[in-house]
T-cell receptor, first 115, second 114 residues
Framework: DAGVIQSPRHEVTEMGQEVTLRCKPI?????LFWYRQTMMRGLELLIY????????DSGMPEDRFSAKMPNASFSTLKIQPSEPRDSAVYFC?????????????FGEGSRLTVL | AQSVTQLGSHVSVSEGALVLLRCNYS??????LFWYVQYPNQGLQLLLK??????LVKGINGFEAEFKKSETSFHLTKPSAHMSDAAEYFC????????????FGKGTLLTVNP
């Protein structure tokens, strides 16, 4: 079975540009998470969806960040405008939901560099 | 609120030596606990998980962890380190119920010396 698929794997952009990161969760998984990883702050939860509905977006840094999940098989994380401090690895993860232990399955990550 | 503290951001061992990575948690309800491993330029992979069954949990690659409620700990061990174990290890906690949010520790980088 395919795992969580993220694109792009690497993105280099200039400050002020719009960045869109994409994620396809594992088929049948009901919950989807976006995490950000940096050396300084470690792994931070940005937002999570359950059945395509945002449940907790308290980790979204500011209004420049937005996330959508239009259907069960696709989610985007958008940064507009981007800033150098947004440089990080962004991970998408999914979990089956329901009565389960909540183990997360992670994608390979999208490494973002904002110049 | 739930939280995780990993003691030691960097642990270095010799090949064949015992690996001990420490994790303490805070949770208002009985937790689910996880250890993940991250190899360079990859995502996180589950090593093992505690789900209120046996307190000693065995995972992949010879790792195991013991849940100690009295100490609020979930330390990760492996009797004999291998060069391929070099990676970053993350402890995570989930408080259960319908909230699937995992809170991760800062991570411990394991170096294995020949």
């Amino acid at each position: 079975d395919a795992g969580v698929i993220q694109s792009p794997r690497h993105e280099v952009t200039e400050m002020g540009q719009e960045v869109t990161l994409r994620c396809k969760p594992i088929s049948g998984h009901n919950s989807l998470f976006w995490y950000r990883q940096t050396m300084m702050r470690g792994l931070e939860l940005l937002i999570y969806f359950n059945n395509n509905v945002p449940i907790d977006d308290s980790g979204m840094p500011e209004d420049r960040f937005s996330a959508k999940m239009p259907n069960a098989s696709f989610s985007t994380l958008k940064i507009q405008p981007s800033e150098p401090r947004d440089s990080a690895v962004y991970f998408c993860a999914s979990t089956p939901g329901g009565a389960n232990t909540g183990e997360l399955f992670f994608g390979e990550g999208s490494r973002l560099t904002v110049l | 609120a739930q939280s995780v503290t990993q003691l030691g951001s960097h642990v270095s061992v010799s090949e064949g030596a015992l690996v001990l990575l420490r994790c303490n948690y805070s949770s208002s309800v009985p937790p689910y606990l996880f250890w993940y491993v991250q190899y360079p330029n990859q995502g996180l992979q589950l090593l093992l998980k505690y789900t209120s069954a046996a307190t000693l949990v065995k995972g992949i690659n010879g790792f195991e962890a013991e849940f100690k409620k009295s100490e609020t700990s979930f330390h990760l061990t492996k009797p004999s380190a291998h060069m391929s174990d070099a990676a970053e290890y993350f402890c995570a906690v989930r408080s259960g119920g319908s909230n699937y949010k995992l809170t991760f520790g800062k991570g411990t980088l394991l170096t294995v010396n020949p």
